[in-house]
């Protein structure tokens, strides 16, 4: 009986386990410089996680790069500043990434997420236009969510995950040599991974 009740225990931890996993399931962006590992918030942001991870399970994150950097100092001056690293496949295979339908836009007004530091984000023009590629915040962005001061449409960007290992690499990347807001030379994205 005590043999029964114990394996009947362990099946529905591994089942909440599951399903928490299911919730926040974790990706690893292996780079030239390191390795970055977010969790992402599929509870929250359902349609823009599940567009991210099939991207992923498609390979198409192979020979990608993180290609754009804003910072204070390449920002003119008069304009809200920002401060991110951008990544994707737009540099490595642009048609691919224009291909693609844009995922529909879960604004952080309906998601509850904010652009802190080590948040994921997408990167769009319109709203319902963001495909692959991405963005990841170095300290807090509040002019990235929805009603801030950096997009003109006031809906703000699609937060849907944060990093939770390797924030270091993601500053070393941040410091690399850029020219007119672009890495000079691009870091290299080897792969995304599920982890």
């Known amino acids: 009986m005590r043999r029964a009740f ?16 299911t919730a926040t399931p974790h990706i690893e962006i292996q780079t030239s410089k390191g390795d970055i590992e977010l969790e992402l918030y599929a509870d929250r942001a359902p349609n823009t996680v599940a567009a991210f991870l099939s991207y992923i399970d498609s390979g198409f994150y192979n020979n990608a790069s993180f290609y754009r950097v804003l910072n204070d100092e390449n920002q003119p001056s008069n304009a809200p500043k920002t401060e991110l690293i951008q990544g994707g496949i737009w540099k490595t295979n642009q048609q691919r990434s224009a291909s693609l339908p844009g995922i529909p836009h879960e604004n952080t007004q309906l998601t509850k997420l904010h652009h802190g530091d080590g948040t994921i984000s997408l990167a769009r023009l319109a709203p319902g236009t963001a495909t692959t590629e991405f963005f990841i915040c170095i300290d807090e962005q509040p002019g990235l969510d929805s009603g801030g001061e950096n997009i003109a449409d006031g809906q703000g960007y699609a937060a849907f995950g944060k990093v939770v290992k390797g924030m270091d690499i993601v500053r070393k990347i941040y410091r690399q040599n850029e020219t007119d807001q672009y890495f000079d030379p691009p870091v290299a994205i080897f792969g995304i991974r599920r982890k």
């Not at 114990?6 to 996993?21: D, E, H, P, Y």
């Open 6 to 21: 114990a394996f009947i225990l362990l099946s529905f931890g591994l089942v909440c386990c599951k399903q928490t996993n």
